[in-house]
């Protein structure tokens, strides 16, 4: 089957550092994907990881860990418009069809 | 604007009615999916289509849903027989197969609503 765990909920201050977890069981793997969705909007691409390791671009940094169906996102310098939901998304073996996580809203604070 | 656009931003149809979204991609992309998003979820893959030809459907695609893309280009998605749980966002994103990242690029959406 197919399952991709974040966190619900997070909440963060302006100005600090934010890890949002994700770990994925899926029938392949062949790359995911981190998108960044405010409300009522539709989802940005912000990452990609294909190989183990980190990316980073900016204040938004990706890693993943295929051996353990792990990865983060982590966001610094946090400013308010980071306010959102983050979504991982893995897409499957063949190369065809992405799997969503539930996406885990963050609130940062003043 | 060269992004992906989608018609109508919102829907709002009585239970039993047929409603029709439209998606135009980016002009070069091959690749175009329909997903469906409910409140406080991620997106739910519906389908999608390589060029002109259906590849893959969802089992949450009941024989209600149909959806087409005759020449490659924009693609609709038909809901047949409008049921409540149908009340959501519906979301087309287009990439380009072939290029190592396959980044979707999503479109605004069209929220249905069904009373």
């Known amino acids: 089957g197919q399952n991709i765990d974040q966190p619900t909920e997070m909440t963060a201050t302006e100005g600090a550092i934010v890890q949002i977890n994700c770990t994925y069981q899926t029938s392949g793997f062949n790359g995911l994907f981190w998108y960044q969705q405010h409300a009522g909007e539709a989802p940005t691409f912000l990452s990609y990881n294909v190989l183990d390791g980190l990316e980073e671009k900016g204040r938004f940094s990706s890693f993943l860990s295929r051996s353990k169906g792990y990865s983060y996102l982590l966001l610094k310098e946090l400013q308010m418009k980071d306010s959102a939901s983050y979504l991982c998304a893995v897409r499957d073996n063949y190369g065809q069809n992405f799997v969503f996580g539930p996406g885990t809203r963050l609130s940062v604070l003043p | 604007d060269t992004g992906v656009s989608q018609d109508p931003r919102h829907k709002i149809t009585k239970r039993g009615q047929n409603v029709t979204f439209r998606c135009d991609p980016i002009s070069e992309h091959n690749r175009l999916y329909w997903y469906r998003q409910t409140l406080g979820q991620g997106p739910e893959f519906l389908t999608y289509?390589?060029?002109?030809?259906?590849?893959?459907k969802s089992r949450l695609l009941s024989d209600r849903f149909s959806a087409e893309r005759p020449k490659g280009s924009f693609s609709t998605l038909e809901i047949q027989r409008t049921e409540q749980g149908d009340s959501a966002m519906y979301l087309c994103?287009?990439?380009?197969?072939?290029?190592?990242?396959?980044?979707?690029?999503f479109g605004p959406g069209t929220r249905l609503t069904v009373t």
């Open positions: 994103a287009s990439s380009l197969e072939g290029v190592q990242r396959y980044e979707q690029y």
């Open positions: 289509f390589q060029n002109e030809a259906q590849l893959e």
